[in-house]
């Protein structure tokens, strides 16, 4: 982009300076460069009242005013109400000072005293860059208003500065009355308190860096005028604060954005209702439900497994199976488990509970891990089919009782076909053939086929349904010519085949009556009608219990088909009557095809089959059941058709999601810990410790290994307090426990013990929590030192400041004189004087404040031995006008840091002159690096055989202005040691007299 051409005249600038001197020249040299200035003030008060009725196009600001109002906050005003762009001048202000100039965002420093080209040239980047930052805000302004979410802007005072119309419509506030109002007036949200946004505390907390972003989610009341009586009163708000900061990273307020989340809330308001009353149904549930982990131990119980036991979940919870069952039921239920573990898949088996010899289905699941396919847990549903038994041996009573009502019915009984054919007979009908008539003698096998043509006009012929009853009696002859006999038939049977089968197929149930022996027979027929009375009424009582069963019961042909259901799989899968499932396939009602014709086929193969399988609601939704299904036969073993029984399990299911969901976080809870963790058995053995437990630990292996055997404590009496705890609880806490390694290096820790008990509080083992805090210490034996150097640095920067104005006076008349008086030559020479001096005075106050006043660090990746080579070949040449020998022992890696180099080679010639000057010719220096992994700082030595330095200066080393050399200033290893708390790393001396002198630097490395 071009640079905008300014035209000078039009450029009017306010000076705001106290010193009067001083501001009689800058508006000189201003006007001399064609700028207009249009007053000079001496107070921030005055400034802000020109800046109001005069718009300049500048201000140039001393930082240091009288008056109540200094030059910091006279900048924020006009640079807030005003946007009028402000420079300031300053001699030179302290630490706090300076930041507080940051915040109001100047344009730039003038250091007093300056040139008239360094004015120049500030002023013109100044107004090229106003016009820039004006410029953009406005494509900024344009591109918040077009977005979807409500956006506000608030200075660091929490004032509005911006509003978005989304924003508006949501507060109810138009954003001309909404500007420079607080943001709790405009943003009106419940329980500030409890979601932790106070708007002055949360401004403050992100302008002072605590925090970089606040997101909540809170209720806002809408305000102002645009919003109707009709709209809603109270919105549900998602939002998020987040600092702005400036190119210096310097934070200006933040900017909160959020959106109408009302009916997203409406929807998780539903959700939860939903879960809940899925979770009431689990603790409903008449079935004893509990999950186990691999050693047999009780994870979760529901409320009618408590009440089974008579204990409470606490009583429960981390209890072995063992200790509720008997000896034979552990052992059946350990061999149970362990078939789940291994194979993955559900086991089914029937038990009698000793407590009340009820008889149950037991039905163990594995919990299987998303990540790792292995079985974390199992969950147990036991289903209580004590009434089912009951039932189904009634209806296998039932069923023989059929069987001997036919067989041994006193009633002679023939099934015959429509042709008359003989299909069945019992044994009475044989007695009655060998009575009457013995010469026949056909057995039971041989009458079936024969025609009984004698009968054939006693029958009427029909297709399907009941034939009518007919009552007839026929004298017969029989083998003995002596007697006759008189049969009573009964034609009253049920035709059973369908109207498109042979009428060869139907069958027609015929009683014969010897009615010469009316009384007997008219008693048995008598009993047979009880017998087949109950027998009906055995069935009626079996399909009403399948119809009213809890469980969803279906019955299914041999194709695949629904034939029958029961109400509860009507309600389980979301249909209002059985019309609307009879005859559809089974398939469809499941959510994987493949899956119900592989259950098909294993009831083909082994006649039942249990498991858990998707199943899919008339609405398309899927949810979990537990299937235990069963191949029906006739007496024969023939097929018949396949029955299912189902339960809902989708509760159980999410409650292993949500067990499985809790163990991994306490897992990466566990591992990802920045404290080191141990903890043992009841024995003192190592069971369980984190990373960072075992990095800070010396020991190669921790594995079976005793806690009171560990090197960290072995030489101390740590580990006696350690058993102590073990045998008789209580902890304790140490926070200097010290520890030299093999290379006597030494390590601080903090440790906090305590015991590890059960349910019951009994010690099981110790827990043991550690940090390293070597670094720690070492920082708190560096305080004094840098409260020292903070002190010195006030004292000077309030020195410099006094004397720069002055002295800013002096160079700015001299200069004015030199350019606008050159033909008074005689003056020449006594210009320069006066100038030399001032520079020279003015280069004392600049190497003054260079150890007063902290550095800007430009913070880079570099590699520290190509740094120590730049460094050393700066000064080899001293080197070697005293034939010293230098020798490296770098650290065999690449050792890699982030830090300044201009400042660290610095301290590393500053170390390297110190020792040349502390030796005689022909010494030594030996420079070394190395890398602790354990603290992950790089470390450099630079160690000399010089004079050393005596027990009494050693401590004052780093003190500004100590020095043993006559010219020295003292202030160069202060600004070393500044310059290395600066990188966050530090500066260590070790010397004697006479023995040479070791100098250690650390940094952090990458």
């Known amino acids: 982009m071009a640079k905008k051409a300014y035209t000078v005249e039009k450029i009017k600038i306010l000076i705001v300076e106290d010193e009067p001197e001083v501001g009689e020249v800058t508006k000189c040299i201003l006007e001399s460069l064609g700028y207009a200035v249009l007053s000079i003030v001496s107070t921030g008060e005055e400034a802000i009242k020109i800046v109001g009725r005069m718009r300049p196009d500048l201000v140039l600001m001393d930082i240091e005013l009288g008056g109540d109002i200094d030059g910091i906050n006279a900048a924020e005003q006009i640079h807030d109400r005003f946007n009028v762009p402000v420079v300031y001048l300053t001699a030179y202000a302290d630490e706090d000072k300076l930041q507080r100039a940051k915040v109001t965002e100047p344009y730039g420093y003038i250091l007093k005293p300056f040139k008239k080209e360094e004015l120049q040239a500030t002023i013109e980047m100044t107004l090229y860059k106003h016009e820039t930052e004006n410029k953009l805000k406005r494509e900024i302004d344009t591109t918040l208003r077009s977005i979807g979410d409500a956006v506000i802007t608030v200075n660091k005072e929490g004032l509005i500065t911006f509003m978005n119309p989304v924003a508006e419509s949501l507060t109810g506030w138009k954003q001309e009355a909404a500007l420079n109002r607080d943001l709790t007036e405009i943003f009106n949200i419940k329980d500030k308190e409890t979601i932790g946004f106070e708007v002055g505390a949360s401004v403050k907390s992100i302008t002072d860096g605590d925090i970089v972003s606040l997101s909540s989610e809170s209720i806002l009341i809408p305000g102002g005028n645009l919003r109707s ?179 041994f019915v006193p009633e002679s009984l023939i099934v015959l076909s429509n042709q008359m054919r003989v299909l069945n007979t019992n044994k009475a009908f044989g007695e009655l053939i060998r009575k009457y008539a013995p010469e026949v003698n056909l057995s039971e096998e041989e009458l079936r086929g024969k025609i009984i043509s004698e009968l054939h006009g006693h029958f009427g012929k029909r297709n399907h349904g009941f034939i009518e009853i007919r009552r007839a009696s026929e004298k017969m002859g029989v083998d003995d010519k002596n007697k006759e006999l008189i049969i009573e038939f009964d034609f009253a049977g049920k035709i059973f085949a369908e109207e498109e089968e042979e009428e060869e197929e139907a069958r027609i149930v015929v009683a014969l009556r010897d009615i010469t022996e009316r009384l007997s027979a008219e008693q048995a027929g008598k009993r047979a009608e009880v017998q087949r009375t109950a027998a009906l009424e055995e069935l009626r009582i079996k399909e009403n219990a399948i119809a009213s069963s809890i469980n969803a019961v279906v019955f299914i042909d041999l194709v695949g088909n629904l034939i029958y259901v029961n109400n509860s799989f009507l309600k389980l899968w979301g249909y209002d009557n059985s019309e609307e499932v009879l005859d559809k396939p089974a398939e469809q009602f499941w959510q994987n095809k493949e899956e119900f014709l592989k259950v098909k086929r294993v009831l083909q193969v082994k ?226 004087v006066v100038q030399r001096n001032a520079d020279a005075a003015d280069g004392m106050i600049f190497d003054l404040l260079n150890f007063a006043r902290p550095k800007e660090l430009k913070l880079e990746r570099h590699l520290i031995h190509d740094t120590i080579d730049k460094a050393y070949r700066l000064v080899e040449l001293d080197f070697l006008q005293k034939k010293i020998e230098v020798q490296k022992q770098f650290y065999g890696g690449k050792i890699i840091a982030l830090y300044d180099e201009e400042l660290i080679m610095e301290v590393l010639i500053n170390i390297l002159l110190n020792s040349i000057q502390a030796m005689k010719d022909c010494g030594k ?57 600066d990188h966050k790393g530090s500066i260590s001396i070790d010397s004697e007299g006479n023995k040479g002198t070791k100098v250690t630097i650390t940094l952090p490395a990458v």
């Open 229 to 407: 009586s009709k709209e809603k009163t109270e919105i549900h708000i998602e939002f998020k604060a987040t600092p702005i900061r400036d190119d210096k990273g310097i934070t200006t307020g933040f900017v909160l954005v959020f959106r109408d989340i009302t009916e997203h809330k409406q929807a998780e308001e539903n959700l939860r209702e939903s879960e809940e009353r899925y979770r009431s149904l689990v603790e409903s549930s008449d079935d004893p439900i509990y999950l186990i982990d691999r050693d047999m131990k009780y994870l979760f119980a529901n409320k009618k497994f408590l009440s089974r036991l008579g204990n409470s979940l606490d009583e429960v919870v981390g209890q072995e199976y063992s200790q509720f069952d008997s000896p034979e039921g552990t052992q059946e239920f350990s061999v149970n488990v362990e078939q789940v573990y291994k194979s993955g898949r559900p086991v089914s088996y029937e038990f009698k509970n000793p407590l009340d010899d009820r008889v149950l289905i037991r039905t163990l699941s594995p919990v299987i891990d998303s990540e790792t396919g292995s079985v974390i847990a199992i969950t147990v549903i036991s289903k209580d089919i004590s009434d089912r038994k009951r039932v189904e041996e009634a209806l296998i009573n039932s069923e023989k009782n059929f069987r001997n009502i036919f067989q």
């Open 607 to 832: 006649g039942n089959w249990t498991g858990e399988i998707l199943a899919k609601r008339k609405d398309g939704s899927v949810f979990d059941v537990q299937l235990s299904a069963s191949m029906v036969t006739d007496e024969t073993g023939k097929h018949i058709c396949m029955m299912g029984a189902f339960v809902d399990i989708t509760e159980r299911k999410q409650a292993q999601r949500e067990s499985i969901k809790t163990l991994k976080y306490l897992e990466h809870l566990f591992i990802n810990v920045s404290i080191g963790i141990l903890s043992t058995d009841s024995k003192g053995k190592i069971v369980m410790s984190n990373p960072v437990g075992r990095e800070l630990l010396p020991d190669e292996t921790i594995e079976d290994v005793s806690i009171f055997d560990l090197s960290l404590w072995k030489a101390s009496d740590l580990a006696k307090r350690l058993r102590k705890v073990l045998e008789t609880g209580g902890l304790f806490e140490e926070n200097d426990f010290r520890y030299l390694d093999k290379d006597r290096k030494q390590h601080i820790f903090f440790l906090k013990v305590s015991p590890l008990e059960d349910i019951d509080g009994k010690i099981i083992g110790i827990l043991v929590l550690m940090r390293e805090i070597t670094n720690l210490k070492k920082l708190e034996e560096n305080l004094f030192q840098a409260e020292k150097m903070a002190s010195i640095g006030q004292l000077a920067s309030g020195v410099a400041h006094k004397i720069r104005n002055p002295l800013a006076v002096i160079k700015s008349t001299i200069q004015f004189c030199i350019e606008n008086f050159p033909d008074h030559s005689e003056f020449e020479k006594a210009f320069d």
């Open 925 to 981: 220096i030996l420079i070394t690096t190395d890398y602790d992994s354990f603290t992950k700082y790089l470390i450099i030595d630079i160690e000399d055989n010089g004079y050393g330095i005596s027990k009494e200066n050693i401590k004052k080393v780093f003190d500004p202005f100590f020095s043993t050399k006559e010219k020295g200033t003292g202030l160069g290893l202060s600004i070393c040691h500044k310059i290395m708390s």
